[in-house]
Structure formats: structure tokens, C-alpha cells
């Protein structure tokens, strides 16, 4: 998550990032595109390489990183206590996927761009269960160990089911919500289900 000595690197980036989705949904995140963003913004190449230090290679990273940071700033700014743990991790992630609606083909895109890269530190699944891990810490969550990896992965399965829904009726938001409910209604019911099962004790 950005911190305050981050902000200058943080603006620019979002300065470059708002004239590169418009271009990156026809274009796709090209060098190209990653000049044509910095050219319109009014920022040199060598501005651009201080906050993007990969240049192209590091808009598509910044941009769902950012992302990533608005879920936790969202959360926190939400009446937690008031709700239940389940309408906590739903938000979570119609949060996020409201933020890949706001430009839905340049993320498309984007989504792709990590899915070609899968052996990347900044591959698709990374991201899944970064976008877990931000839900969970965002409602306050403090799980560690087993618990911690087991409920990440279990969010980053929905997410993933989730994220296809998505990605075919970004534009339709009724349907993706739908199905997102009754994944976690699934999810929920299975640890009800786990929680009543009496496993034999062994001496």
C-alpha cells in the first residue's frame, strides 16, 4: 500500500495511468501506448522512469496496485462492525470489481497482459490473492498460520469464478453480483457443514 513519502510517485503515476486506460482499451498496454500516455500527460520519459521504473512493464502492475490500495481505503471508510463477516468479504470484492468497471476493456486487457506472464512476480494469480489478502486485512482480519492461508485461498477461489463471470458482463452488474452471492453462499454453507461434522477421535 502507498505511504506519504510514496505521494509524488504515486500522483504521477496516476497522472500518466488516466491518459493511458482510454488508449490501452484500443491499443492494449503497449510501449506505445505507455509513450503516447506520457507524451499527453505533459510527462518526460525520463519523470516517468521515477515513478515506473520499467516503463510499459510497470503501468499494468501500478494500476492494479492502486487498485488494490483503494479496496483497504474503501473498507475502512464502511460501518464494519455493523455487518456481518460474509457482507464484509462481498463487499470486498464488489469493491474491486467496481474498480475494473470503471474502465472494463482497458482491464480486460490488463488482466491479460498478466496472464501471458504467469511465472512473473506480478502474475494473475499473485494478483488474486493479493486482492484476498487486502479484503481480509481490510475488514480485520488477524488470522495467521493455516488460517490465514486456508481463508486467502478460499476468497481467491471465489474471486477467480467471480472475475470470469466478470469479465464477460463487466457491463451488467445485476449478473455478476448475482453469482458472486451465491458463491459465497456456497462457501458458507460448506464451513456450516464442516463445523457440524463430529470426526472420530483416535487414542
Known amino acids: 500500500m502507498p505511504t506519504p513519502?510514496?505521494?509524488?510517485?504515486?500522483?504521477?503515476t496516476e497522472k500518466i495511468l488516466a491518459q493511458?486506460?482510454?488508449?490501452?482499451?484500443?491499443e492494449g498496454?503497449?510501449?506505445l501506448v505507455y509513450r503516447k500516455a506520457c507524451d499527453q500527460a505533459g510527462v518526460s520519459?525520463?519523470?516517468?522512469?521515477?515513478?515506473?521504473?520499467?516503463g510499459s512493464d510497470s503501468l499494468v502492475p501500478a494500476l492494479l496496485d492502486l487498485q488494490i490500495s483503494k479496496i483497504s481505503t474503501t473498507l475502512k471508510?464502511?460501518?464494519l462492525g455493523e455487518m456481518k463477516i460474509r457482507e464484509r468479504v462481498t463487499k470486498g470484492v464488489e469493491i474491486w470489481l467496481d474498480l475494473l468497471s470503471e474502465h472494463p476493456e482497458a482491464l480486460r486487457k490488463a488482466l491479460d497482459w498478466l496472464?501471458?506472464?504467469?511465472?512473473?512476480?506480478?502474475?494473475?494469480?499473485?494478483?488474486?490473492?493479493s486482492v484476498a489478502d487486502a479484503i481480509w486485512t481490510g475488514i480485520g482480519d488477524d488470522a495467521t498460520g493455516f488460517t490465514y492461508a486456508s481463508k486467502r485461498t478460499t476468497l481467491s477461489a471465489v474471486i477467480t469464478s467471480t472475475l470470469a463471470?466478470?469479465?464477460k458482463n463487466a457491463d451488467d452488474k445485476t449478473v455478476w453480483m448475482a453469482f458472486l452471492d451465491r458463491r459465497i453462499e456456497?462457501?458458507?454453507?460448506f464451513e456450516k457443514f464442516k463445523a457440524s461434522v463430529k470426526f472420530p477421535r483416535f487414542a
Not at 45 to 54: D, F, G, I, T, V
Open 5 to 12: 513519502d510514496d505521494a509524488p510517485s504515486v500522483a504521477l
Open 45 to 54: 520519459l525520463s519523470e516517468a522512469a521515477l515513478a515506473l521504473p520499467n
Open 186 to 189: 456456497d462457501v458458507m454453507a
Open 20 to 26: 493511458a486506460l482510454p488508449l490501452a482499451a484500443i
Open 77 to 79: 471508510a464502511l460501518p
Open 29 to 31: 498496454w503497449t510501449p
Open 115 to 129: 496472464a501471458v506472464r504467469p511465472l512473473a512476480s506480478r502474475s494473475l494469480p499473485a494478483l488474486i490473492w
Open 165 to 167: 463471470v466478470w469479465r
